[in-house]
């Protein structure tokens, strides 16, 4: 598989098996249905309207964005997995940069929209819990997709940050390292790491770019966890992400595609 994405859709549906499996989650067949449904019409339906013929290779982002709503999104209504579906790939043609790359994480911008617009929304952050065997897994499927990608550098500094940052916190309250140690091996924040914000379609693209992006993340989600934000990385995330189109401006890169048909469709934008 050439194509990183498909590592990507595999990686995540592995993880998503394993959640309705063995985490007893509450998610249905019918809001897993909505959201891959309404992902993949948006995406068709845009790319139609742009004039793009390369929707087949367009559609594997559009799993793996469907993917990551029904790992990180809950919700009472099927309206609300299609709500942020839709908006989620949507975004990726209203929000793009004079190069014609969009620079908000489509899954991030599903959720926080879902999180505004409907009654009914949340994540669930401690849904994976913290046991080891699921820490190892996380570490090596996300090992292999930043390796795919080459954005391991964005996954360590943030990782690096965050874990300095809350050892310092730690220290200041008194607080044992079992609290740390809590904190690190969240399936949810390992998630993020290796699989959100390693997105190189929506992140900076140079590599000090992605540096100081990942540090001044790592710093935000420490701030908005003060204010009991359990969703901190997400909001996080979505804050920052217009700061993509400061820095590539700062410091010029070739920006990333995954194919040559969607090197195409961005000339086309």
């Not at 965050?162 to 690190?184: C, E, F, M």
């Amino acid at each position: 598989m050439k194509d990183p994405r498909y590592y990507q859709i595999l990686c995540l549906s592995i993880f998503l098996i394993l959640g309705l499996s063995n985490r007893d989650w509450t998610i249905r067949p019918d809001f897993i249905l909505t959201a891959f449904s309404s992902c993949l019409v948006t995406q068709l339906l845009w790319s139609l309207r742009s004039n793009i013929s390369s929707f087949s290779s367009s559609w594997p982002s559009s799993v793996i964005t469907a993917l990551g709503l029904c790992l990180l999104l809950r919700g009472n209504h099927p309206l609300t997995m299609a709500t942020a579906g839709t908006l989620a790939i949507s975004s990726k043609f209203i929000f793009y940069s004079n190069e014609g790359k969009h620079f908000f994480n489509p899954a991030n911008f599903g959720i926080i929209s879902a999180l505004v617009l409907t009654p009914d929304a949340w994540v669930s952050p401690g849904q994976w819990g913290t046991d080891w065997w699921y820490f190892l897994l996380f570490l090596g499927a996300g090992g292999l997709i930043t390796k795919k990608v080459g954005r391991w550098d964005t996954s360590l500094t943030f990782l690096l940050t965050y874990s300095l940052l809350l050892a310092l916190r730690n220290a200041w309250l008194g607080w044992d390292v079992t609290v740390i140690q809590h904190q690190l091996t969240s399936g949810s924040l390992l998630l993020f790491t290796f699989f959100m914000i390693t997105d190189p379609r929506s992140i900076p693209n140079a590599t000090t770019s992605r540096l100081v992006w990942s540090i001044a993340l790592a710093i935000l989600t420490l701030c908005l966890q003060q204010f009991y934000r359990t969703d901190a990385l997400l909001w996080a995330l979505f804050a920052l992400s217009p700061l993509t189109v400061v820095l590539d401006r700062l410091q010029v890169a070739s920006p990333f595609v995954w194919t040559l048909s969607e090197l195409k469709e961005e000339q086309a934008l």
